[in-house]
């Protein structure tokens, strides 16, 4: 069966990705909203209705209309906005958060695709948090640096109009109230909002998140190699997963540690350094913002969507 997919938002920054990806496709159709339609309400409505799975590229508010516009109980629907990664009656679009996700996001009707930012950190943190090795009211910190499409097309132009004297590195979220906090909260398993501390380079796509742990005033200090192998035994057999964790190595710095080291892949590699003489750990994702944190990770989902179909 062929299956109709229509990606409403399609000329934004992650719906021409996806597009991309999806162009040579021959177990699926790409439907699209006419030209001369695109403005039109009824027009998205009609594509929103006819498809086998949506795929929401669009800001929140205009991802919740798109929603709302479904009549039917056959359209599935993964959407790639904040809107509903917290919301009831939908399943979270990482594969990789446990044994059973894949199936889940396999069945579901709503599926709400990560954002960029909370994946490297889940990935890190939530098999740490079930192992017991990290207390769910742990004080986390993250920090990391992004590509500046990562800040949407507004980003996007305005770094491309600079060119060489846009800023090489710049901090943001500087008010502590990140918008993805909620579902890195919820889905790393913590009892407490992290502090989030991220940074945009002069570099279209390519993202490295960092966990640094001060583990010394736990009850239970735990070692490296206690925390390398419940990471690693956290994904190691998952069929659906495109992780990878690095081997635990003492190095003073690694070329892998480079945020465009994945694009264009759906790959995410996890390392882990540590001191354990000082109690402190380093907790590193390296992948692609616009990969598996974005576009990827949407059609990974949309495969195991479609597999369900099949």
Same mark, same amino acid.
């Given at each position: =069966?062929?299956?109709?997919?229509?990606?409403?938002?399609?000329?934004?920054?992650?719906?021409?990705?996806?597009?991309?990806?999806?162009?040579?496709?021959?177990?699926?159709?790409?439907?699209?909203?006419?030209?001369?339609?695109?403005?039109?309400?009824?027009?998205?409505?009609?594509?929103?209705?006819?498809?086998?799975?949506?795929?929401?590229?669009?800001?929140?508010?205009?991802?919740?209309?798109?929603?709302?516009?479904?009549?039917?109980?056959?359209?599935?629907?993964?959407?790639?906005?904040?809107?509903?990664?917290?919301?009831?009656?939908?399943?979270?679009?990482?594969?990789?958060?446990?044994?059973?996700?894949?199936?889940?996001?396999?069945?579901?009707?709503?599926?709400?695709?990560?954002?960029?930012?909370?994946?490297?950190?889940?990935?890190?943190?939530?098999?740490?948090?079930?192992?017991?090795?990290?207390?769910?009211?742990?004080?986390?910190?993250?920090?990391?640096?992004?590509?500046?499409?990562?800040?949407?097309?507004? =980003?996007?132009?305005?770094?491309?109009?600079?060119?060489?004297?846009?800023?090489?590195?710049?901090?943001?979220?500087?008010?502590?109230?990140?918008?993805?906090?909620?579902?890195?909260?919820?889905?790393?398993?913590?009892?407490?909002?992290?502090? =989030?501390?991220?940074?945009?380079?002069?570099?279209?796509?390519?993202?490295?998140?960092?966990?640094?742990?001060?583990?010394?005033?736990?009850?239970?200090?735990?070692?490296?190699?206690?925390?390398?192998?419940?990471?690693?035994?956290?994904?190691?057999?998952?069929?659906?997963?495109?992780?990878?964790?690095?081997?635990?190595?003492?190095?003073?710095?690694?070329?892998?540690?480079?945020?465009?080291?994945?694009?264009?892949?759906?790959? =995410?590699?996890?390392?882990?350094?540590?001191?354990?003489?000082?109690?402190?750990?380093?907790?590193?994702?390296?992948?692609?913002?616009?990969?598996?944190?974005?576009?990827?990770?949407?059609?990974?989902?949309?495969?195991?969507?479609?597999?369900?179909?099949?």
């Amino acid at each position: =069966m062929t299956a109709k997919i229509f990606i409403d938002g399609e000329h934004g920054t992650t719906g021409l990705q996806i597009r991309s990806r999806l162009a040579d496709r021959k177990d699926i159709e790409l439907i699209s909203v006419p030209t001369e339609r695109r403005k039109e309400k009824a027009a998205r409505a009609e594509c929103l209705n006819a498809a086998d799975i949506a795929i929401l590229c669009l800001p929140d508010d205009a991802a919740r209309e798109s929603v709302s516009l479904i009549e039917n109980d056959t359209t599935r629907v993964i959407d790639a906005s904040t809107a509903h990664r917290v919301a009831d009656g939908w399943v979270y679009g990482f594969p990789e958060l446990d044994r059973q996700q894949g199936r889940a996001i396999a069945e579901a009707r709503r599926v709400a695709n990560p954002g960029c930012w909370p994946q490297g950190p889940i990935a890190l943190l939530r098999p740490l948090v079930s192992a017991g090795l990290l207390p769910a009211d742990f004080p986390v910190t993250v920090n990391g640096i992004t590509g500046y499409s990562g800040g949407g097309r507004t =980003m996007i132009e305005d770094y491309e109009a600079k060119g060489e004297d846009a800023p090489e590195f710049l901090l943001y979220g500087l008010s502590l109230s990140h918008k993805h906090l909620p579902e890195l909260r919820q889905y790393a398993n913590l009892a407490r909002d992290p502090l =989030m501390q991220p940074a945009v380079g002069n570099f279209a796509q390519g993202m490295v998140a960092a966990v640094p742990l001060q583990l010394g005033h736990l009850d239970r200090v735990p070692k490296g190699e206690e925390l390398h192998a419940a990471i690693a035994d956290h994904y190691a057999g998952l069929e659906e997963s495109v992780l990878e964790v690095a081997p635990l190595e003492a190095l003073e710095r690694s070329p892998e540690i480079e945020p465009e080291r994945y694009n264009g892949t759906n790959t =995410m590699r996890l390392h882990v350094f540590v001191n354990d003489t000082r109690a402190q750990a380093l907790l590193i994702a390296v992948y692609d913002n616009l990969g598996k944190g974005a576009s990827g990770a949407a059609v990974q989902n949309l495969d195991l969507m479609l597999g369900d179909m099949a």
